[in-house]
């Protein structure tokens, strides 16, 4: 097997995970400067169209084709419109492991998107590309993204107390950094037997990383 990940696209009833493109850039932009992906992510802000054009024609298949990860847009089926971001990254070719991240736009929340594309990929990931560990980070009181990893199967290890910075809305209207905790969940190949349709969630937001 090759130490990268393939130009994927992958469908599920309602949705299309496939690489990202210069039609998402808009969308894309938009979704990024949404109140609770600033607040739970660490997205450089403010987050500008040719932020997004960069991460789409630049980062994306340069972590892609040297082996790093992989970055996702999730698309309707019938729409074609952007629900959000799958993201890898962290990947581990001797071990078999990487970590993966999520970003639901607001519009689509409480839909079972984020899970829905969660499970997808977990799916892809642990039974035809033969990984080994998956594993997510969410912060301490970020209790929607924990919902999604608890509807896929994630077993949570542990808290990596004081790991994380989100942000938080300060007086005058701006950003302050906020140290909390990572919560650790894993999916082993094994977690998948029996995970079986997920119901509606909130949308998560796991990115405790960014290219």
């Not at 739970?40 to 403010?46: N, R």
Request: net charge negative.
């Amino acid at each position: 097997m090759t130490n990268t990940f393939p130009d994927v696209s992958l469908s599920t009833e309602r949705l299309v995970l496939r690489p990202l493109e210069d039609d998402d850039v808009p969308a894309l932009t938009e979704m990024m400067n949404d109140e609770l992906v600033v607040a739970w992510t660490p997205v450089p802000q403010p987050f500008t169209e040719d932020s997004a054009r960069n991460w789409v024609t630049e980062e994306a298949p340069v972590e892609r084709t040297a082996g790093r990860g992989l970055d996702l847009a999730v698309t309707e089926f019938l729409t074609q419109r952007l629900v959000g971001v799958i993201q890898l990254s962290k990947a581990n070719w001797h071990v078999r492991a990487t970590e993966m991240s999520y970003i639901i736009a607001p519009w689509a929340r409480g839909e079972g998107y984020a899970s829905e594309a969660a499970l997808a990929t977990a799916q892809w990931l642990l039974r035809d590309q033969k990984f080994e560990r998956l594993e997510l980070r969410t912060a301490a009181d970020n209790t929607a993204s924990q919902q999604v990893a608890q509807k896929i199967g994630c077993i949570s290890e542990g808290v990596l107390r004081g790991a994380c910075i989100a942000r938080t809305r300060t007086e005058d209207g701006g950003w302050a950094d906020l140290r909390t905790d990572y919560i650790v969940w894993s999916l082993l190949p094994e977690d998948l037997d029996g995970v079986g349709e997920q119901s509606d969630d909130s949308g998560g937001f796991t990115y405790s990383d960014w290219n």
